[in-house]
Each structure stands twice: as structure tokens, then as C-alpha cells.
């Protein structure tokens, strides 16, 4: 029998609307509301780079205009409604979900302590007890706090004394929790000062099959539809061959089925969804026709080669690229339009002068850039710009580049 087809632009609604990026940017940005938005999303991923804004501070403003970044420095550092780990990389997570990354604590606590020795991290498990004893006498510390005199090991980011890499180590397997950051240098202090008894590990039973379980339902309903392989690497702690296990229980017993979305190539991908997932495909309302800067970090750019089968969008951040190979530039956003990704923009706030400087942009092939889509660029920047704490825009001479 054949399968179900959800055609590209379906396919494309679908994704944006879980995504929080198929309706009209608006609404209230703080308190409950922002966490009703994180919770829809299931996780920001922070980013230290500001060239405009910070890449957490851009994914909640690119769906909320009236997000600003006090906004989550208060849900997660004073309301303690999000605590910060790993994802795929490191996140501000709802604290709910916190039962479910117990599993994550013990899997990395393996996995590390093996990594790291063979990176020779040597000495960070003797330091241990000495900083679980400092925090609980002196109070949370960030790195800077602990082992001043110990010596460095040298390769580059990775400049970590052994008391550093024991507070990352405690914090990864769940002994110490991150508490927020001054500027961006992590705080931490004990979980049991932090997070609240029956949310810790031994407060409630939560198996690796129940957590593979909320694992893998909670990454479907936030992609639409999505491989195994895509369910295990959203939130990149159940196994491919878990979330293989999981998908063939959950289509045998009809949660889930296969189905079909055509790429933006004209080529077809079998996916698994729910089994509504047409009609619900089908329920998302035309995507608003404003532009919109999104962060290279963006849940929904995340997966790059996803997004490249499905927008056809090619996408790689060239921050690690010497500049010489670079093809664009060091930090270059994407940009949304409707359903579409047009273009990419590259552009730095310079806040000793209060202005937002576009250098270059570069519209994707085939798509002709118009006076009207300037227009509704400027209305975008002019958003951005307000975010960034700059007073105005100022595009380069040549500033509208050629496609490459």
C-alpha cells in the first residue's frame, strides 16, 4: 500500500508551526508566556557569540518581538523555571523535564570520565570531594573561584585546569547544577540547594525505557515528523537504536506511521508522524509574509542537512573557517520570509557607535530581490537593531550581492 505524501510545502508548514514559526510574531515575553514558548520549542540552545545578539536571545525575539533578554535571565535565574545542560549542545531546558535528564546525568558521567582522560584532563576525579566541599561551605562559585593555582593544560578552549574540568564534570552527571552566569562564565552551586526534592534523581522512578519513551514522543510532536535518526538527536540523549526500538513499538501500536514528505528537490524522504499529521499539515495557516532574522542556532536550522532537504537551503556557520576560505563571513544570519529561507545577511552591531552595520547580503538562486522586500528588510532590521541596543541602521554601498 502506498504512503501517505505530505508535499513540500505541507511538509514546510508543518515543521515552522512546531517550530513557532509559521504564525505572526507577537505576543507577551515574559513569566508563564516565555516559558510556554521554551516548552513548545524544548530547549534554547546558548551561544556566547554577540555580534548582533546572542544566539537565545535571537530565537526568542524572532518569535516574540517583545522578548528582551532580562526577560530570560529572570525565568531561569530567579523563577528556577528552567535549569541549563546539554542538548546537542549546551541549553536552558523547562524545569519540568528535569525527571528525564537523570538518565543523561548517569550516561554522561560514564562517558566523560572516559573522554576526558583520554584528552588527559589528568587529576580533575581527585578534585571532586575539594570542590563539592568548597561550594557547600563558601557558597556557588564559577570557574574562576576554584584551583588558582593549579596549572593549565594548554589547547586552546579546551584550557581547562583539573578543578575546572571536576565542576563541568559534577555539573554534566547532575551533582552540581549551573545557577545562571555573570556575563557568560557559568555559576554553580549543589543540586540540593538548587532543584527541588521531588524533581532529583531517587524522587521518582524513571527507567531508560521511560525516558526513551517521553524522549522520542516529546521529539515528534516538536518536529512534525521526523527519522529515527532525527527523534534521536534532537534532544541527543537516547541512543539511534533506541529511538529505533521505540518507533516500531509506537507504530505497532499506532502512534505513530510512516509516511512521505517530498524535498525541496522533488525527491521523497519516508519519515514517521503522528497519524493526524496531514490534517494538521493542512490546518496551518499561510506563514506571515514579513522577514525575519533567525539565529544560526535556531531549533529549526539546527539539522542543517534537514533543512537543506527541505527548504534547500545550504548552510554552514563559518566562525571556525580562517577567514581567507571563508565563503560569506564569520557569523552570517539566515533569513526568513513566509515559509521560505531567502537569503542570508551578514551584519554586526557596533554599539560604541549605536549603529547596526549591514556589510553584505546574498539572496538564495532564483528569487529576485525587490524594493518591497528592502522595505520589509528595514522594518526587520529596524526590530533588530532595538534588540541589539543601536540606534541605527546603516547599510554598506554594496551591500545587495549576487547569489553564489
Known amino acids: 500500500m502506498a504512503l501517505q505524501r505530505l508535499d513540500n510545502r505541507a511538509a514546510r508548514a508543518l515543521f515552522l508551526d512546531r517550530h513557532g514559526l509559521a504564525g505572526q510574531p507577537s505576543g507577551p515575553a515574559r513569566g508563564a508566556d516565555l516559558l510556554d514558548l521554551i516548552t513548545r520549542l524544548g530547549f534554547v540552545q546558548l551561544d556566547s557569540i554577540n555580534t548582533v545578539a546572542r544566539a537565545h536571545d535571537l530565537i526568542l525575539f524572532s518569535r516574540r518581538p517583545a522578548y528582551r533578554p532580562p526577560d530570560l535571565k529572570r525565568l531561569y535565574e530567579r523563577d528556577r523555571a528552567l535549569f541549563e545542560h546539554w542538548t546537542h549542545d549546551a541549553a536552558v531546558i523547562p524545569m519540568a523535564f528535569y525527571p528525564h535528564w537523570h538518565m543523561r546525568f548517569e550516561r554522561d558521567a560514564e562517558m566523560l570520565r572516559a573522554r576526558w582522560k583520554n584528552w588527559r584532563r589528568d587529576g580533575f576525579e581527585g578534585k571532586f570531594a575539594a570542590v563539592l566541599d568548597h561550594i557547600r561551605d563558601h557558597g556557588p562559585v564559577s570557574s574562576s573561584d576554584v584551583g588558582k593555582d593549579e596549572e593549565k593544560k594548554s589547547g586552546g578552549w579546551w584550557d581547562w585546569h583539573p578543578s575546572k574540568t571536576a565542576l563541568e564534570y559534577l555539573w554534566r552527571s547532575g551533582a552540581l547544577t549551573v545557577i545562571g552566569r555573570e556575563g ?221
Request: charged share 35%.
Open 184 to 404: 557568560f562564565q557559568k555559576r554553580y552551586d549543589l543540586t540540593e540547594r538548587v532543584i527541588e526534592d521531588h524533581l532529583r534523581p531517587g524522587a521518582l522512578d524513571h527507567d531508560p525505557k521511560t525516558t526513551v519513551d517521553w524522549l522520542c514522543n516529546a521529539a515528534l510532536d516538536r518536529l512534525g515528523f521526523a527519522t529515527t535518526g532525527e527523534l534521536a538527536a534532537f534532544w541527543d540523549s537516547a541512543s539511534p537504536a533506541e529511538a529505533r526500538d521505540w518507533a516500531a513499538g509506537a507504530e505497532a501500536r499506532g502512534e505513530v506511521e510512516a509516511l512521505e514528505i517530498t524535498c525541496a528537490d522533488g525527491s521523497l524522504r519516508k519519515v514517521l508522524a503522528r497519524p493526524d499529521a496531514l490534517g494538521q499539515a493542512s490546518a496551518v495557516p499561510p506563514a506571515p509574509g514579513r522577514i525575519r532574522v533567525l539565529s544560526p542556532f535556531d531549533p529549526a536550522l539546527r539539522d542543517r542537512k534537514r533543512a537543506e532537504r527541505l527548504f534547500g537551503f545550504h548552510y554552514r556557520i563559518e566562525v571556525f573557517v580562517p577567514e581567507p576560505k571563508r565563503v560569506y563571513g564569520y557569523y552570517v544570519f539566515p533569513l526568513l520570509e513566509g515559509d521560505r529561507l531567502i537569503g542570508r545577511i551578514d551584519m554586526k552591531a557596533h554599539r560604541e557607535c549605536g549603529e547596526l552595520r549591514v556589510r553584505a547580503l546574498w539572496p538564495e538562486r532564483g528569487l529576485r530581490w525587490s524594493p518591497a522586500r528592502t522595505r520589509r528588510l528595514e522594518a526587520e532590521l529596524d526590530r533588530v537593531r532595538r534588540l541589539a541596543g543601536v540606534d541605527q541602521v546603516i547599510f554598506a554601498k554594496d551591500w545587495l550581492r549576487d547569489p553564489l
